[in-house]
């Protein structure tokens, strides 16, 4: 007989529960990045009305809402953003909706920036994106996943940025200043939590984000975030949308 699965493992019908789910939520990235890409004008609260309607159509919801910011707003992590998104600044999109239907989570995230961006910025880019693919490779079973918060702490030192809040997680100073991901099912955090003192090990079945980003309050905030199926050999990435920065 196989081994029972730990709690937080997910069967085959969970797995497509949550990818229908997720089918959504970048349906709605999408949606919201043509708006950016086109408005003449484009402001926040006109980019989550465009989330709502599109998550509605495929009978989702948002019960902790959405993020769309822009500027110096997205320097902090869990700001919703308001008001004007402006060229040449990052604008932080992060979607987490549950299905009505299955009461499953997703989570994504993406940043993007009207226009050309600042070379600074370019770059803190690029550094989160080589951090997520980092911890990409890392997502396997028997992974322990604080060794995955450290390679990518290492990899953001190495680059010249700043780990905040080590030994704690989400002390929104500067730098990068939370946990590398977490487990995703119908809550949209649980276990497996990947930071810096988490005990937790990957296992075949866990579905798990991984968001690194970097945040400074001169600049605001570039995140990227991924969901991640751990299968028996590795993972799988069940985010299919693009990474684009400059829109």
Request: hydrophobic content about 35%; aromatic content about 6%; proline content about 6%.
């Given at each position: 007989m196989?081994?029972?699965?730990l709690p937080r493992q997910k069967t085959a019908s969970q797995?497509?529960?949550?990818?229908?789910?997720?089918?959504?939520?970048?349906?709605?990235?999408?949606?919201?990045?043509?708006?950016?890409?086109?408005?003449?004008?484009?402001?926040?609260e006109e980019a989550h009305k465009i989330i709502d309607?599109?998550?509605?159509?495929?009978?989702c919801e948002s019960p902790e809402g959405h993020i769309v910011a822009g500027g110096t707003q997205?320097?902090?992590?869990?700001?919703?953003?308001?008001?004007?998104?402006?060229?040449?600044?990052?604008?932080?999109?992060?979607?987490?909706?549950?299905?009505?239907?299955?009461?499953y989570f997703a989570d994504m995230s993406r940043t993007v920036c009207i226009g050309p961006a600042p070379e600074e910025l370019r770059k803190m880019y690029n550094t989160v994106l080589d951090a997520q693919k980092l911890a990409i490779s890392m997502a396997k079973p028997k992974t322990l996943c604080s060794e995955i918060?450290?390679?990518?702490?290492?990899?953001?030192?190495?680059?010249?940025?700043?780990?905040?809040?080590?030994?704690?997680?989400?002390?929104?100073?500067?730098?990068?200043?939370?946990?590398v991901g977490h487990g995703?099912?119908?809550?949209?955090?649980?276990?497996?939590?990947?930071?810096?003192?988490?005990?937790?090990v990957l296992e075949e079945g866990d579905v798990i984000t991984l968001e690194p980003g970097l945040y400074y309050n001169?600049?605001?905030?570039?995140?990227?975030?991924?969901?991640?199926?751990i299968t028996a050999n590795g993972s799988e990435n069940l985010t299919k949308s693009p990474k684009q920065f400059e829109i």
């Amino acid at each position: 007989m196989p081994p029972p699965l730990l709690p937080r493992q997910k069967t085959a019908s969970q797995i497509a529960a949550i990818r229908e789910v997720q089918r959504a939520t970048e349906t709605a990235m999408d949606a919201v990045i043509s708006y950016l890409a086109s408005a003449k004008s484009p402001i926040s609260e006109e980019a989550h009305k465009i989330i709502d309607t599109v998550l509605q159509k495929y009978n989702c919801e948002s019960p902790e809402g959405h993020i769309v910011a822009g500027g110096t707003q997205s320097a902090e992590p869990h700001y919703t953003g308001s008001g004007a998104l402006a060229k040449g600044v990052p604008i932080v999109i992060d979607i987490y909706p549950r299905s009505k239907a299955t009461s499953y989570f997703a989570d994504m995230s993406r940043t993007v920036c009207i226009g050309p961006a600042p070379e600074e910025l370019r770059k803190m880019y690029n550094t989160v994106l080589d951090a997520q693919k980092l911890a990409i490779s890392m997502a396997k079973p028997k992974t322990l996943c604080s060794e995955i918060q450290k390679a990518v702490d290492n990899l953001f030192e190495d680059a010249g940025y700043v780990i905040s809040g080590k030994g704690k997680e989400f002390s929104f100073a500067e730098g990068f200043v939370h946990g590398v991901g977490h487990g995703v099912g119908t809550n949209i955090h649980e276990a497996p939590r990947i930071g810096r003192n988490s005990p937790d090990v990957l296992e075949e079945g866990d579905v798990i984000t991984l968001e690194p980003g970097l945040y400074y309050n001169n600049l605001g905030g570039i995140r990227i975030e991924d969901m991640i199926l751990i299968t028996a050999n590795g993972s799988e990435n069940l985010t299919k949308s693009p990474k684009q920065f400059e829109i």
